[in-house]
């Protein structure tokens, strides 16, 4: 079942661990276990996850790789025991149990997706982690409706653009913030009703503004700290809050009377600590409900830059400065 012109070893992206500073190595070539597909990866997706894990803040599951890297695109060159759904020379992009940070990468069948029409490597990398972030804290925690009204924080983020994308497409009136006029313009672009500069505006006040706190249905955060009492504050009753990261600190002096008296549920999540069941349902229902906005064009994932693997380290330095707009890609 596997072919015999695969070569010994990959190439990987490794990390000293005295300075924590990366290079490329190589390891043995990995071997798709049953129920896993062995990928030739074009493109490979960088998350701050993949930060987190290079300082030690976010150790990989036991059972994972070590090597960084979520999410993959490329081509299916080899298959477990048990795969039927797909057939080598398959262009896939995939959820990766770690190991993305390479040239070859395996990944859980159940977390495989079809590369929509007219997607380049590079776009469909930037679509597993953020397609399955978005569906499972939005819309199955959250659970947005057609019609409400959701904040989106870190609106220019490969998760928020993405965020920003669907949610409008799917009927919500979104509003967002992101780091200057040119993201903000952008998600405005994308379907947001509102984007607000968080550097020189509150988001608070804007919302007030325009009549709107106390309005907010539903708010996607990644950013935490100061945030969190504004959150709850332009929440309406019955909202739904729900976290997934906390740049601006784990740590807020908060005032939970609105929790209480706005009846608000207050949830949160990381993707990589859920089980392959609970991620495969993901993946089944963003086929259902996503995939069909992906084809017919009205969301497109943005990616932007994309660098060799060799330039790792450059590429994460650049996710960590808060310039980019959309996803940054590796390219082996």
């Not at 740049?247 to 392959?276: C, D, Y």
């Amino acid at each position: 079942m596997n072919p015999t012109t695969l070569p010994s070893q990959r190439r990987v992206v490794a990390v000293d661990p005295d300075d924590q500073a990366l290079s490329v190595a190589h390891e043995p070539m990995p071997i798709a276990a049953a129920g896993e597909v062995l990928i030739k990866v074009h493109a490979a997706g960088i998350n701050r996850a993949d930060l987190l894990q290079r300082a030690g803040l976010y150790p990989p599951p036991a059972d994972a790789s070590p090597i960084m890297g979520l999410e993959v695109a490329g081509e299916v060159v080899a298959l477990g025991q048990g795969v039927s759904q797909w057939q080598v020379g398959d262009e896939i992009c995939a959820l990766t149990h770690g190991g993305g940070y390479a040239d070859y990468s395996v990944a859980p069948v159940s977390q495989c997706l079809p590369i929509p029409a007219d997607l380049s490597m590079a776009q469909a990398a930037a679509l597993p982690e953020a397609l399955l972030t978005v569906w499972h804290n939005i819309f199955q925690r959250a659970g947005l409706q057609t019609g409400e009204k959701i904040l989106v924080h870190g609106g220019a983020s490969g998760i928020g653009t993405m965020g920003v994308m669907i949610c409008s497409a799917l009927g919500a009136e979104v509003y967002t913030t992101a780091g200057t006029k040119e993201k903000c313009s952008a998600l405005e672009s994308m379907g947001a009703t509102r984007a607000i500069n968080y550097k020189t505006e509150d988001f608070e006040a804007v919302l007030k503004e325009r009549q709107l706190a106390g309005s907010i249905n539903v708010i996607f955060d990644m950013v935490g700290g100061d945030f969190i009492q504004k959150n709850f504050n332009v929440c309406a009753e019955e909202g739904r809050i729900v976290n997934i990261a906390f740049i601006r600190g784990f740590s807020a002096e908060v005032n939970f009377a609105p929790l209480l008296m706005k009846r608000l549920t207050l949830t949160g999540s990381t993707l990589r600590a859920q089980t392959f069941s609970q991620k495969a349902l993901m993946v089944e229902e963003i086929l259902a409900n996503v995939y069909p906005l992906l084809e017919n064009g009205s969301v497109r994932p943005v990616v932007d830059r994309e660098f060799p693997l060799e330039q790792a380290g450059a590429a994460q330095a650049y996710m960590q400065s808060g310039q980019h707009m959309g996803k940054i890609v590796l390219v082996p």
